[in-house]
Nanobody
Framework: QVQLVESGGGLVQPGGSLRLSCAAS????????IGWFRQAPGKEREGVSC????????YYADSVKGRFTISRDNAKDTLYLQMNSLKPEDTAVYYC???????????????????WGQGTQVTVSS
């Protein structure tokens, strides 16, 4: 029943912007945090940004601070990642994920997240 579906990926030039969306269903009453991971070819899955529902805070990886903004529309059960000033190193498959652990979302590794979307490809290239 739990389902996360990402959209909004694509090809963009360096310096451009994209907004990713994650439509969530089936778990909104018991998740503790939700956010975005990314994985580039040959690299480990990396936490990008997340929102802690239980603490009411947002967190960002150092590599994206000042460029990316995470937000949530509770009425639409949708999570967003606004990505500005994109760099080639941002190229990756981006995943929406949620966890049930009673913890700040940024303190958990990818392996500790419980629900995952299928991913959406973001390619930053000229």
């Amino acid at each position: 029943q739990v389902q996360l579906v990402e959209s909004g990926g694509g090809l963009v030039q360096p310096g451009g912007s994209l907004r990713l969306s994650c439509a969530a269903s089936g778990f909104t009453l018991d998740y503790a945090g939700i956010g975005w991971f990314r994985q580039a070819p040959g690299k480990e899955r990396e936490g990008v940004s997340c929102i802690s529902r239980i603490y009411g805070s947002t967190y960002y990886a150092d590599s994206v601070k000042g460029r990316f903004t995470i937000s949530r529309d509770n009425a639409k059960d949708t999570l967003y990642l606004q990505m500005n000033s994109l760099k080639p190193e941002d190229t990756a498959v981006y995943y929406c994920a949620a966890h049930r652990h009673y913890s700040r979302c940024d303190l958990l590794s990818a392996a500790e997240y419980d629900y995952w979307g299928q991913g959406t490809q973001v390619t930053v290239s000229s």
